[in-house]
């Protein structure tokens, strides 16, 4: 079992449709999660973090995570085409020090249809 | 700042040829990332540095990969000999002391024939 799960879809929205993506993990011992995107043919770009477990708004864009669940979920209102992309979980045991490797989802590829 | 600078963009080698990937991080940051991505096997971390020392090369596949830091700003992935399994996007990341960002570089699309 992969310590990091993540449906890689893809997964096909209409615009203005709000968007659920989610990712499991393994080890409970896990405090930082942090969502990552990647358009096309670039590197990806950090979206949103958040520390151990709650809610964490950012505009359209709403990450949660729930550790009793060991689940984190990322959530787009009234998406946009320009949302389409790669979005990568990714989470790791401290935020400094040498435990601060990142453990990586394989990403969800959403699109957003005009 | 340019952010995170990689040469090449792209790549097209013969198998049995060494490639040598190279990697600018963004001034000031401690840390640089190699990593290595895929469809099947999507993000996998290859190595990483602090202050130029490397921290853990758990993650590089084996003897073939090697990489080096040998100054703040620059480090280089080499791959010899290469073999059509390596084909991927390699991508280096950098991010400051004490934070957890890491902010990636374009990356490297390499083809092994």
């Known amino acids: 079992q992969k310590e990091v799960e993540q449906d890689p879809g893809p997964l096909s929205v209409p615009e203005g449709a709000i968007v659920s993506l989610n990712c499991t993990y393994s080890n409970s011992a896990f405090q930082y999660f942090m969502w990552y995107r990647q358009y096309s043919r670039k590197g990806p770009e950090l979206l949103m973090y958040?520390?151990s477990s709650g809610n964490k708004e950012d505009g359209r864009f709403t990450a949660q995570v729930d550790k009793s669940s060991k689940y984190i979920s990322l959530f787009i209102r009234d998406s946009q085409p320009s949302d389409s992309a790669t979005y990568l979980c990714a989470m790791s045991l401290t935020y400094a020090g040498n435990n601060r490797k990142l453990i990586w989802g394989l990403g969800t590829s959403l699109a957003v249809n005009p | 700042d340019a952010g995170v600078i990689q040469s090449p963009r792209h790549e097209v080698t013969e198998m049995g040829q060494e490639v040598t990937l190279r990697c600018k991080p963004i001034s000031g940051h401690d840390y640089l990332f190699w990593y290595r991505q895929t469809m099947m096997r999507g993000l996998e971390l290859l190595i990483y540095f602090n202050n130029n020392v490397p921290i853990d090369d758990s993650g590089m596949p084996e003897d073939r990969f090697s990489a080096k830091m040998p100054n703040a700003s620059f480090s280089t992935l080499k791959i010899q000999p290469s073999e059509p399994r390596d084909s991927a996007v390699y991508f280096c990341?950098?991010?400051?002391?004490?934070?957890?960002?890491?902010?990636f570089g374009p990356g490297t699309r390499l083809t092994v024939l």
């Open positions: 958040t520390y």
């Open positions: 990341a950098s991010s400051p002391q004490l934070a957890s960002e890491q902010f």
